[in-house]
């Protein structure tokens, strides 16, 4: 099985940056998969934020495009969250997934998670 380690998560003030890192234990095997970013906020769903396929491709919610990069190492078998000009309306529960196959938008269709990541963005 995959285990994902989250960590980088804290509270800045707004305008601020964190990157947020999602460690994978264990190599799936799997030519192709997708790592993704999701966060829910209180009263609200869990909501995709950025996805990267095994091609590179990028896809990120229209709330955080142009402020938040999604990238990987794989010699560190590493998923970063990098996050700028951080706002109140970021604050979150940050979480890395995992899935084999291609990107999907819905949490229901991801089968690895991490543990989850505090994001805190004061005024």
């Known amino acids: 099985q995959v285990h994902l380690m989250e960590s980088g998560g804290g509270s800045v003030q707004a305008g601020g940056s964190l990157r947020l890192s999602c460690q994978v234990s264990?190599?799936?095997?799997?030519?192709?998969?997708?790592g993704a970013w999701f966060r829910q906020a209180p009263g609200k769903e869990r909501e995709a934020v950025a996805s990267?396929?095994?091609?590179?491709?990028?896809t990120y919610a229209e709330s955080v495009k142009g402020r938040f990069t999604i990238s990987q190492d794989n010699a560190k078998n590493t998923l970063y969250l990098q996050m700028n000009s951080l706002k109140p309306e970021d604050t979150a529960m940050y979480y890395c997934?995992?899935?084999?196959?291609?990107?999907?938008?819905?949490?229901?269709?991801?089968?690895?998670w991490g543990q989850g990541s505090q994001v805190t963005v004061s005024s």
């Open positions: 997934a995992a899935r084999g196959g291609s990107c999907y938008t819905s949490a229901s269709r991801y089968n690895y």
């Open positions: 264990e190599y799936t095997g799997a030519n192709y998969y997708c």
């Open positions: 990267l396929d095994s091609d590179g491709s990028a």
